[in-house]
């Protein structure tokens, strides 16, 4: 795509998403959450209070709840094992990452993407 077509299709994305801002400026249901979240967060600030603290004081078992899910949320799932085939050489390459020696001499000599077609599936 030319510079020129990118920019013209830039501008018109700006054009649609600022008709789309200017719509949510005049809704009612967007003024009355604007002044909702105000008041709250005056209220908070008055009595010195977090939203965190208010959670807690609404649904306690919430704070005994978020340590696990952090737990969970940083086990990964384990990389599968690839298997690259030098068609040139007949040469085999077997890894988990893409960090592998003889793989990035490949790349550099082959290109990425030839060398990602060599990919045993």
């Known amino acids: 795509m030319s510079k020129l077509a990118e920019f013209r299709q830039l501008e018109k ?3 649609e998403q600022l008709e789309a801002l200017e719509a949510l400026k005049g ?12 008041k709250l967060r005056d209220l908070l600030s008055k009595y010195s209070y977090s ?15 978020a340590p696990a899910v952090q737990a969970a949320s940083r086990t990964r799932r384990a ?9 040139h ?10 960090n592998h020696k003889t ?15 060599w990919l045993n599936k």
């Open 13 to 15: 994305n700006l054009a």
């Open 27 to 38: 809704d009612a249901g967007l003024k009355r959450e604007i002044e909702f979240e105000t």
């Open 51 to 65: 939203l965190k603290d208010v959670v807690n004081v609404l649904d306690p078992q919430t704070s005994r709840r």
């Open 79 to 87: 990389r599968q094992v690839k298997t690259y085939k030098n068609p």
């Open 89 to 98: 050489t007949g040469e085999t390459v077997q890894t988990k990452g893409g």
């Open 103 to 117: 793989l990035k001499e490949w790349k550099s000599k082959h290109g990425s993407a030839t060398v990602e077609s």
